[in-house]
């Protein structure tokens, strides 16, 4: 059974970094395009970050470029947001996600296994 475990989530200042991890387990890591969602009380889950196969090709929602970056390690199969210069609006539950397929999407329904979530508080 395929499993997305997410960590690195907590409490931070604005301005502050926090750094998510996603470790996943029961799929061929390297053939899986991984995306990060958010979602903030009261709504829709939202596409953060996808990363391709190979790791060469990256997509942003334009409210975290250049604040975030996304990156994975198949030999560890985690795959990692970074998150600089947080702001309030951050603040929700972010989830890993996982799609067969080399191309980063950033449609929802084009990822069949996520993650548990974890939270992000971002105090102003």
């Known amino acids: 059974q395929v499993q997305l475990v997410e960590s690195g989530g907590g409490l931070v200042q604005a301005g502050g970094s926090l750094r998510l991890s996603c470790a996943a387990s029961?799929?061929?890591?390297?053939?899986?395009?991984m995306g990060w969602f958010r979602q903030a009380p009261g709504k829709e889950r939202e596409f953060v970050a996808s990363i391709s196969w190979t790791g060469g090709d990256t997509g942003y929602t334009d409210s975290v470029k250049g604040r975030f970056t996304i990156s994975r390690d198949n030999a560890k199969n985690t795959v990692y947001l970074q998150m600089n210069s947080l702001k309030a609006e951050d603040t929700a539950v972010y989830y890993c996600?996982?799609?067969?397929?080399?191309?980063?999407?950033?449609?929802?329904?084009?990822?069949?296994?996520w993650g548990q979530g974890t939270q992000v508080t971002v105090s102003s």
């Open positions: 029961e799929l061929t890591f390297s053939i899986y395009t």
């Open positions: 996600a996982a799609r067969s397929g080399r191309r980063w999407k950033e449609e929802k329904y084009e990822y069949a296994y």
